[in-house]
Structure formats: structure tokens, C-alpha cells
């Protein structure tokens, strides 16, 4: 079935989402992550934000800090693809995903498999540390969006990792709103 946003779905299980990868290709697969938004911006910007341009920042923060970190230039594919599943499965927002586990990690990881059966890519993310990589990656991009977009996370500079907020800074990122909660 053609969904919204370009995205081709029968299943999830490994072997149909890699049948599927077959019949709409690279090509359908980024295009159907061009059409997932990962949020619309406020404030001055007037474009979405969708996976892709989000994957590609996750993997410039990947070259950018990796002589630093001593990252292998072999883990740059799987930051590059850390986010391939949301053609299938959407940017479900992580308080979403935490509320329906297990099953939307079994769901994913499904989709995940299918997707590098597809690419013939090895395990993505199983490297020792290569996974700690994409996660650090992955949450520099979202300081940085959260910037960039004005964006008010939940989460303050105290909730995140130390290496995570330096490799923020030495990107060029200053600062991100955040709710604070106060206790009585």
C-alpha cells in the first residue's frame, strides 16, 4: 500500500520490509524519508525538518568529531542510517516510543533488519562502541536542531551527557531552550 509521504508498506518483519526495499529502491527510500517530518519549525524558519536533513547533520557532527573521540571512519553508514526504519515506522516522538515497549522495539528492529538485508550492510550500530557513537551523533543533532528551530526539549544541559553538550559547543551550538521543572 502507498502511504502518505511516499511510504511503501505491507508489513513490518524483516523479510517483507526488504521485499518491499526491492520494488521502490534507494530512491523510494529517500524519498519516502524526504516526506517524514521530523518536526515542523517555529520562529523565523519556513521549511520542514525531515529525517534525511536530520541523518546527514547526525553524520557531519559524526566527521566533525570523530579524530577527537577516535571513532572509525567505518562507523560513519550507520549514523548515516541510524534513522532508516522512520520510512516504515515514522518519527515517533521518544515519549511515545518509551510509553509502547517492548513492542515498538521489536516492531523497529524488524523493519531494521528488512532494511539491511536490502542495503547488505552488516548489523548496523553492533560495533563495539559504534552504537554509543551514533547515539552521541544523534544527540548533538538534536541540541543543535533544538537551537537552530527554537525548540523547547524537555531535557537541560545537567541531562545530558558532558561529551555529548562539549561536541555540542564545538559545532557552533551556545545554548537551547528547555522546560524546567521546579519541585516544591
Known sequence: MNLV??????G?????VAEDLEKIGPVGLIRCLLGERRFRPSGPHVQDWNVVA???????IFLRVRGIRGW?????PAVLCHDLAEAFVGDIPSPVK???QPAFVQLEAGVQDGIERYLHLSRLGEADGEA????????????????EF????????????TGVVEDFKACGGTAWLFRETRVP
Open 98 to 100: 518509551r510509553r509502547v
Open 54 to 60: 536530520h541523518s546527514l547533520n547526525a553524520a557531519l
Open 72 to 76: 572509525p571512519i567505518e562507523w560513519l
Open 132 to 147: 554509543l557513537a551514533v547515539r552521541h551523533c544523534d544527540l548533538v543533532a538534536l541540541l543543535l536542531e533544538a537551537e
Open 5 to 10: 509521504g511516499g511510504r511503501w508498506l505491507r
Open 12 to 16: 513490518f518483519e524483516a523479510h517483507i
Open 150 to 161: 527554537q525548540l523547547t526539549l524537555e531535557s537541560g544541559p545537567n541531562d545530558f551527557p
